[in-house]
């Protein structure tokens, strides 16, 4: 059976983006040839690639110096601890599955009341076999690493406040599967806001309240210093004018 195909949008002035446009400088047509093939891999794969670039330029017949380069040099993806992907794929993939979704939805609805139109034995069990192919289209699943890359793009606003290894350490923690890896630690808690957990987090993260205690002491010391050493100034300059006076 042939496999199912689908499309994807491209911009067609994408090359005109700066972080292309930097792509291209470095490693010209081909690099650009080389991340369309990536995207294209992405959205076969849920947009979740593992970091394995060596398997990546086997497959694409390049050099894996340059695929490495590519997905990490030009701020064109974005990365979990063990893949990376693609937040623009990411969204057209959650756009197309929406758009598959209603559509499949809205012809169950309209196959279930082309049955109850029917006064017939067989009636009841198709209301209940649509209901039933409903019920499977709700249930679809994405891969694990898949809600992983996108939890993980929950945390890029706050990389500024908490910083990157601060917001590894909490990903790893949150990401960690279930033993069935069905699930991960995040998606088993009842209630979630982000923005509470992480200040919980950084309350009871040691290094973190250590880094902030550090640099609050230092601005502290550098003040200090800075009165001394301007009193010493004022008591020389001082010192000196008088002498200048008495001469």
């Known amino acids: 059976m042939a496999k199912d195909t689908f499309y994807f949008s491209h911009d067609y002035n ?13 490693h010209g047509l081909l690099g650009y040839g080389v991340f369309w093939a990536i995207i294209e891999e992405l959205y076969n794969n849920a947009n979740a690639l593992p970091m394995d670039y060596e398997t990546i330029a086997f497959d694409l017949r390049t050099n894996e110096n340059i695929v490495q380069s590519i997905v990490c040099d030009f701020d064109l993806f974005v990365f979990d601890s063990t893949t990376f992907g693609s ?9 197309r599955d929406s ?5 499949r939805e809205s012809a169950n609805k309209r196959w279930a009341k ?14 209940k076999e649509s209901k039933g ?12 690493d898949s809600r992983k ?29 279930n033993k069935s890896k069905t699930k991960f630690r995040q ?5 979630w806001d982000l923005e509470l957990r992480l200040g919980t987090w950084a309350k009871n993260d040691k290094n973190f309240n250590k ?20 009193k010493q100034f004022e008591q020389q300059h001082g010192n000196s004018e008088d002498t200048k006076r008495l001469d």
């Open 14 to 26: 994408s090359r005109n983006d700066i972080k292309i446009k930097k792509l291209i400088s470095k």
């Open 87 to 95: 937040m623009s794929v990411q969204k057209r993939l959650e756009e």
């Open 99 to 103: 758009k598959s979704v209603k559509a």
């Open 114 to 127: 082309d049955a109850n139109a029917l006064q017939s034995e067989c009636e009841p069990n198709a209301i």
């Open 133 to 144: 192919k409903e019920i499977k289209v709700k249930e679809i699943k994405e891969s694990i």
């Open 149 to 177: 890359l996108k939890f993980a793009f929950t945390l890029e606003p706050f990389l500024t406040t908490y910083g990157r290894d601060f917001l590894n350490e909490f990903f790893k923690y949150w990401t960690e599967p």
């Open 187 to 191: 998606e088993l808690e009842k209630t």
């Open 211 to 230: 880094g902030k205690k550090d640099f609050s002491t230092h601005i502290t010391t550098v003040l200090q210093q800075r009165d001394i050493d301007f």
